[in-house]
T-cell receptor
Framework: GENVEQHPSTLSVQEGDSAVIKCTYS??????FPWYKQELGKGPQLIID?????GEKKDQRIAVTLNKTAKHFSLHITETQPEDSAVYFC????????????FGTGTRLTVIP | EADIYQTPRYLVIGTGKKITLECSQT?????MYWYQQDPGMELHLIHY???????EKGDLSSESTVSRIRTEHFPLTLESARPSHTSQYLC??????????????FGSGTRLTVV
């Protein structure tokens, strides 16, 4: 089955700096890679996703990149703000079969004002 | 605004009690999931369902059981709660007609404490 590894587990940045979270996956058939943000006391919320036919996707201050050859993908947050502080999860899945999402272990991001 | 609802949000219960955690969604999604989230953040899939009358065990063994009698409802039951069941439980749903490519919608979770 799929194995998703996520690094780092904790990340602290100064407000205004950039943050990068990296994930690797094992199943070359995986073709969908979403990112979730979980704020305190809430469930994870989808913030951005990318499919395997695209190398990069951007939405305002967040962007995702995908390297299919190396089987890794990354989340980039620019101009970080205190409200970006949360736990972030990457995930991977196939679009066929059970197509369950396989989640990374999470990154706790703290933005220091 | 999430269209998936979990109740209760918080529950403190004594050892040996039977409990049911409720999860309902209004999106008409066929596929639903239960995750257990430990204090270290990691999400562990414990049950999922493809649709009515379908239930499957997830990657993490769990003493809980689930049922899916209606599309919108996916309750999780612990017959005899133990302190080791103390955790955050998250329910989610997805639309398999999209091949899962639009990801999951999560509820806000139930934080269970067994004393």
């Amino acid at each position: 089955g799929e194995n998703v590894e996520q690094h780092p587990s904790t990340l602290s940045v100064q407000e205004g700096d950039s943050a990068v979270i990296k994930c690797t996956y094992s199943d070359s058939a995986s073709n969908y890679f979403p990112w979730y943000k979980q704020e305190l006391g809430k469930g994870p919320q989808l913030i951005i996703d990318i499919r395997s036919n695209v190398g990069e996707k951007k939405d305002q201050r967040i962007a995702v990149t995908l390297n299919k050859t190396a089987k890794h993908f990354s989340l980039h947050i620019t101009e970080t703000q205190p409200e970006d502080s949360a736990v972030y999860f990457c995930a991977a899945s196939r679009s066929t079969g059970a197509n369950n999402l396989f989640f990374g272990t999470g990154t706790r991001l703290t933005v220091i004002p | 605004e999430a269209d998936i609802y979990q109740t209760p949000r918080y529950l403190v219960i004594g050892t040996g009690k039977k409990i049911t955690l409720e999860c309902s969604q209004t999106m008409g999604h066929d596929k639903m999931y239960w995750y257990q989230q430990d204090p270290g953040m990691e999400l562990h899939l414990i049950h999922y369902s493809y649709g009515v009358n379908s239930t499957e065990k997830g990657d993490l063994s769990s003493e809980s059981t689930v049922s899916r009698i209606r599309t919108e409802h996916f309750p999780l039951t612990l017959e005899s709660a133990r302190p080791s069941h103390t955790s955050q439980y998250l329910c989610a749903s997805s639309d398999p007609r999209t091949g899962g490519i639009y990801g999951y919608t999560f509820g806000s979770g139930t934080r269970l404490t067994v004393v």
